[in-house]
């Protein structure tokens, strides 16, 4: 047993003693911001987005096609990467930014193009690329984004812009759509080249998923814990195309518009000589496309599976990164999507070869986790991760990360079959 005066020896505690233990933060009210402090991940967000969005726009939004493969092995290549640090680098000071297609971009990613962004969130495209500009990150407009391209061109005097192309056969709509991005001042085109025909996602279509949802017994039932976003949804501006102004068909018949599969190398290279800015090839995942795609003369080439949306089983863009680096050299920039949910990865990519990357379900999930503030935090979760994954591997600079940094358990890693 103690004995009395030992150090063990028990006492009344006494305030001054205790008092500077005592934090208490001051109460956030507003519940958006509550929440949005709470997520430390962008797994936390998507957490929050799914119990905050009707069960169709969120399972379109994080479903992929067929068995959901393709996305779950991108993801699972990035989290079996072990990272090597150097020790004993003065970090005190890290540079994010990186130049990209001739213009510099505070962080080594920007945001995806996608579809229908209005419907995961009323605020949709005009919070991404808002968020975007604010972080001094590129935006990618999607043809079939909700809201118009003057419209984001101007929510974004200080932004930089790309849009994205499906490429149609009927070149006067295709060269309609490039010459008012072009007006607009998007000065990078992606033209998407892994949709010759649309995916099954298997989700939407067990879902009964329409564009825009409709109300049935099964939706309204799925509306009553989650009535903000069906009261965003219904008193703003309805849903329209950001590229198809007057459209007037079905959903089904937009679809069959946008994915024409007899688009060829041809095609590509036409678009190419209309476009005045840079180009960007969406959807490469083989080497010999890839050296095809850089003898065109693009400025880009982004390897991507779609975010495992289109053929399931497809290659990890992430395994592809090596070779396609080592075949075009420095010809062409490579860019890099699909499966991106952390900072590391980001790190783990462009330490590979990548120039640059791409997210998109990582802001979606901030988008419908809190709209424009939900984007915003999503670009701020991924920033602390990378800065702080290149304090800890020893680099100030992006151009220092090189593929030592990065090596790949073998478990996924590709081998001759
Ligand atoms: C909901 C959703 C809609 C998308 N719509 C488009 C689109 O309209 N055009 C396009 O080229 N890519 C589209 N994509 C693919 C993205 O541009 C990007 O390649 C993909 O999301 C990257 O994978 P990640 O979600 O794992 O980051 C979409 C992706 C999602 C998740």
């Not at 072990?82 to 005190?92: M, Y």
């Not at 995961?120 to 590129?138: D, H, L, N, R």
């Not at 396609?324 to 990865?345: C, F, K, N, P, W």
């Amino acid at each position: 047993m103690a004995t009395p005066g030992s150090s063990q020896a028990r006492r009344v505690p006494r305030p001054h003693d205790f008092l500077p233990l005592l934090k208490f933060k001051r109460p956030v009210l507003d519940p958006t911001t509550r929440r949005l402090e709470r997520a430390l991940t962008i797994a936390d967000l998507r957490v929050i987005a799914k119990r905050r969005t009707p069960k169709a726009p969120f399972d379109y939004t994080d479903g992929a096609a067929e068995a959901e493969l393709s996305l779950s092995r991108a993801r699972q290549a990035f989290e079996d990467i072990t990272f090597h640090p150097a020790i004993l680098r003065d970090v005190s000071a890290v540079d994010t930014s990186v130049q990209v297609l001739g213009k510099r971009s505070a962080l080594p990613f920007g945001i995806a193009p996608t579809g229908f962004t209005r419907m995961m969130q009323s605020e949709g495209e005009i919070a991404g690329a808002t968020a975007a500009a604010a972080a001094g990150i590129p935006y990618s407009l999607s043809t079939m984004g909700t809201t118009g391209i003057e419209e984001v061109a101007a929510a974004t005097p200080q932004g930089r812009n790309w849009f994205q192309l499906y490429m149609w056969k009927d070149r006067d709509r295709s060269m309609a759509l490039v010459d008012r991005a072009a007006a607009a001042g998007f000065d990078t085109l992606l033209v998407t080249v892994d949709v010759p025909v649309a995916g099954a996602r298997l989700r939407d279509v067990r879902n009964g998923m329409t564009i825009p949802p409709t109300l049935t017994p099964r939706t309204v039932l799925n509306t009553i814990p989650r009535p903000a976003w069906w009261i965003n949804f219904l008193t703003t501006e309805p849903l329209a195309f950001a590229s198809l102004d007057k459209w007037s068909g079905t959903v089904a018949e937009l679809l069959d518009t946008m994915f024409d599969p007899t688009v060829t190398f041809e095609d590509l290279a036409w678009i190419r000589d209309q476009w005045p800015g840079t180009v960007v090839v969406k959807g490469v995942q083989s080497v010999e496309d890839a050296v095809k795609v850089a003898e065109l003369g693009v400025d880009a080439v982004l390897l991507s599976n779609h975010g495992g949306r289109q053929l399931d089983r497809a290659p990890i863009p992430f395994h592809l990164l090596p070779q396609v680096r080592a075949a075009v050299g420095d010809q062409l920039e490579v860019h890099l999507d699909t499966g991106i949910m952390s900072g590391q990865d980001i790190v783990a990519a462009l330490a590979v070869g990548a120039d640059f990357t791409l997210i998109g379900r990582a802001y979606l999930y901030g988008l419908m986790a809190g709209g424009r503030r939900g984007v915003d935090r999503a670009i701020e979760i991924l920033t602390g991760e990378i800065e702080r994954t290149m304090r800890l591997l020893g680099v100030t600079s992006i151009a220092e990360l090189e593929p030592r940094h990065v090596t790949q358990l073998q478990r996924l890693a590709p081998r001759s079959v």
